[in-house]
């Protein structure tokens, strides 16, 4: 399992709070959504040459005081991808965590793309969501 982390300035902790408590700005912050029906999604994903669709569910989210984590599991032609999100916010700034695990037989042949391709997703999901919040700058 790989891990990419970061930490935002906030400025109000309150709305922040209530835009990463949205299951809806979740999803809709996912790249390449085309559909949404309840926790599931469907998207278009460019991975290196590739234009692949795939299919999502949301199969966790958590919302515990200052704390939101959550589940996504992806799946495609070969490939399954579970990004698990953690975010912890404070009274001026955020701590976010995301961990994913790419398994199937094309993310063995073409690893080091997916590996980043992952990384621009998880990254992509956790900046979408703040700016829904107007979070503040990069810290």
């Known amino acids: 399992m790989s891990e990419v982390m970061g930490t935002r300035k906030i400025k109000d902790k309150d709305k ?3 835009a990463l408590s949205d299951k809806k700005t979740l999803l809709g912050c996912t790249p390449g959504v085309k559909e949404i029906d ?7 994903v460019k991975v290196g040459l590739l234009n692949v669709e795939v299919e999502g569910i949301l199969k966790d989210f958590k919302v515990n005081g200052n704390e939101v984590s959550n589940l996504l599991e992806v799946t495609g032609p070969g490939i399954i991808v579970a990004i698990s999100t953690s975010v912890k916010v404070y009274d001026d700034y955020l701590e976010w965590k995301a ?3 790419v398994t199937g037989p094309l993310a063995r042949a073409i690893s080091n ?5 992952a990384k621009e997703i998880a990254t992509e999901i956790i900046e979408c969501t703040l700016s829904s919040a107007d979070v503040g700058d990069d810290s």
């Open 16 to 18: 922040v709070l209530e």
């Open 38 to 44: 309840g926790d599931k999604f469907t998207a278009q």
């Open 99 to 101: 961990s994913y695990d």
């Open 113 to 117: 793309t997916i590996d980043r391709k």
